[in-house]
């Protein structure tokens, strides 16, 4: 080999074990998503699911558990939307699907998110949204998302929760009682009554 091809050669360009993406010669934490290089066990820090584009687990949690403790200090009710698939196909593509449709309906005061991938369940917060209006709102998203779902065969169902003021809830709670709404195909309520 000609030393010229020797000299011109780069080392084996290094990767970063949570993100993959390249990583600068020399670099401890990774530019990307802000982790530590040689850490074996990393996790990004994104807050986005790079399939869909909406906020991932990580982050809708938190600002759930943030908009349930608005509620409660400023007596207002808040909306919840579970969206789930009823029958799975490809996972990221249904995922990417549904999240474009959710997108779409959703207003920009709400907060949608990925809290499942198997099987693909998506998250709306709905804040201010007393039942009427989340039940509204379940509608357009449940309508919008079959419509988008309908080429590939899939059906989505939707559970709904209205969490009323006066009552302090966790957001497990309110993640357990969108669950069961799906599954009954009844609205939830928690808190107690006005």
Same mark, same amino acid.
């Given at each position: 080999? *000609?030393? +010229?091809? %020797?000299l ?17 010669? +020399?670099?401890? %934490?990774? &530019? ?7 850490? /074996?066990? #990393?996790?990004?820090?994104?807050? @986005?699911?790079?399939t =869909?584009g909406l %906020?991932?687990?990580? %982050? @809708? ?13 400023y007596?207002?009710n808040?909306?919840?939307l ?5 029958e799975?196909?490809?996972v990221?593509? =249904? ?5 474009a #449709? ?16 198997t099987?693909?369940?998506?998250? #709306?917060i709905?804040?201010? =949204?007393d @039942? ?6 379940a ?10 779902l309908?080429? +590939? ?11 009323? &003021? ?8 309110v ?9 009954? +195909?009844r /609205?939830?309520?928690?808190?107690? *009554?006005a």
């Amino acid at each position: 080999m *000609p030393i +010229g091809d %020797f000299l011109r050669r780069r080392p084996e360009a290094m990767t970063c074990q949570a993100c993959g993406s390249p990583l600068p010669s +020399g670099a401890i %934490f990774c &530019p990307s998503c802000g982790v530590r290089a040689d850490d /074996p066990q #990393a996790e990004p820090l994104h807050i @986005v699911d790079r399939t =869909t584009g909406l %906020f991932n687990e990580r %982050f @809708v949690r938190p600002v759930l558990e943030d908009e349930l403790a608005r509620a409660h200090r400023y007596q207002r009710n808040l909306g919840v939307l579970l969206i789930e698939v009823t029958e799975s196909g490809a996972v990221d593509e =249904t995922l990417k699907t549904m999240a474009a #449709a959710l997108a779409g309906t959703v207003r920009d005061v709400d907060t949608p998110g990925v809290i499942g991938r198997t099987p693909p369940q998506l998250l #709306a917060i709905l804040p201010d =949204t007393d @039942v009427a209006g989340t039940a509204h709102a379940a509608t357009r998203v449940l309508a919008a998302v079959n419509e988008a779902l309908k080429s +590939g065969g899939t059906r989505a169902a939707v559970g709904l929760v209205c969490v009323r &003021p006066g009552q302090r809830v966790r957001a497990g709670a309110v993640i357990e009682s969108a669950s069961r709404s799906l599954r009954s +195909g009844r /609205p939830e309520m928690m808190g107690k *009554p006005a």
